[in-house]
């Protein structure tokens, strides 16, 4: 009960924080990406102000063995740097180039009801369901 | 050197955005012992298993919830969304099937892997980062699209 809230707060403050970032809007984040253009460097304050704060939540989180809710602390524990992590992401960036959409301002913009964002969040449940799929043969 | 897009570039905005993006991210983790990373939240929904849905939902709602609590206080800033349906769908496409094989997306690998000084994410952000900017260069002024 109590990890949903927080779940359900932590989402709704991390879709709030896209919204004023101006990430949730794709034109905007081309506008970062678009270099060799005229381009807008916000999205690189975006990142500073996120990993500058998240960094000490995750220093008081290693100082702990569980949760403030009490349970486990699970953090990734791969190390390797392998062709998937790689591959992966650069499909990833292609695609995040071509639309201008990531995951997280996909979910945002959907709410506010926008039909072309429900194609993309459509398609990117289609690939993950391809990715699941893939796996389970392997 | 590039040139700044000056009317564009909203440097408070865009900090005041990411303070509150890292807020939830370290209210994640210090809570439910999670990383904030929304491509894997929302992947682990496809392969449900037991205690492990609710949370993970709960995070979705909150950020497709969030337009319309934003809404209830100001006007919504528009979006701008240039891309036709097709060019959406495969982009999606790739979206989804690049962050499920790299484990992560901006938030988990760009966010939350930086914070936590991972290496991995380190390679991954760098990597989507520079696909990224490569596309729209090679799709805006080598291909004029």
Redesign the interface.
């Known amino acids: 009960m109590?990890?949903?809230?927080?779940?359900?707060?932590?989402?709704?403050?991390?879709?709030?924080?896209?919204?004023?970032?101006?990430?949730?809007?794709?034109?905007?984040v081309?506008?970062f990406?678009?270099?060799?253009?005229?381009?807008?460097?916000?999205?690189?304050?975006?990142?500073?102000?996120?990993?500058?704060?998240?960094?000490?939540?995750?220093l008081?989180?290693g100082r702990?063995k569980?949760?403030?809710?009490g349970?486990?602390?699970?953090?990734?524990s791969?190390?390797?740097?392998d062709r998937?992590?790689?591959?992966?992401?650069?499909?990833?960036?292609?695609?995040?180039?071509?639309?201008?959409?990531?995951?997280?301002p996909?979910?945002?913009?959907?709410?506010?009801?926008?039909v072309?964002?429900l194609?993309?969040?459509?398609?990117?449940?289609?690939?993950?369901?391809?990715?699941?799929v893939i796996e389970r043969r392997r | 050197m590039p040139t700044i897009d000056w009317p564009h570039f909203t440097p408070w905005a865009a900090l005041a955005g990411g303070v509150l993006i890292g807020l939830s991210a370290a209210m994640f983790v210090l809570l439910n012992g999670r990383i904030a990373g929304v491509s894997g939240v929302l992947g682990g929904l496809l392969r449900p298993m037991k205690g492990d849905v609710t949370w993970r939902a709960a995070f979705v709602l909150g950020l497709v919830g969030a337009p319309l609590v934003y809404g209830l206080f100001t006007v919504l800033p528009a979006a701008q969304i240039d891309a036709g349906y097709g060019t959406l769908a495969l982009a999606g496409l790739l979206v989804g099937v690049g962050t499920r094989y790299g484990a992560g997306c901006t938030s988990g690998h760009g966010v939350c892997g930086l914070a936590r000084r991972s290496p991995r994410s380190l390679v991954a952000t760098l990597a989507f980062m520079a696909a990224g900017f490569v596309t729209v260069f090679v799709l805006r002024h080598l291909l004029n699209l």
């Open positions: 109590w990890t949903a809230l927080a779940s359900l707060l932590a989402g709704l403050v991390f879709g709030l924080g896209l919204i004023v970032s101006g990430m949730a809007n794709p034109a905007k081309l506008g990406l678009d270099v060799g253009g005229a381009w807008d460097p916000s999205l690189a304050f975006v990142m500073a102000g996120a990993v500058a704060v998240s960094t000490v939540g995750f008081l989180a702990r569980d949760s403030l809710l349970g486990p602390i699970t953090l990734p791969l190390r390797h740097i998937r992590l790689v591959g992966g992401s650069l499909l990833f960036g292609v695609g995040w180039g071509v639309a201008g959409f990531c995951p997280g996909a979910l945002v913009s959907l709410g506010s009801g926008e072309k964002a194609v993309f969040v459509g398609a990117m449940l289609l690939g993950m369901g391809l990715f699941e």
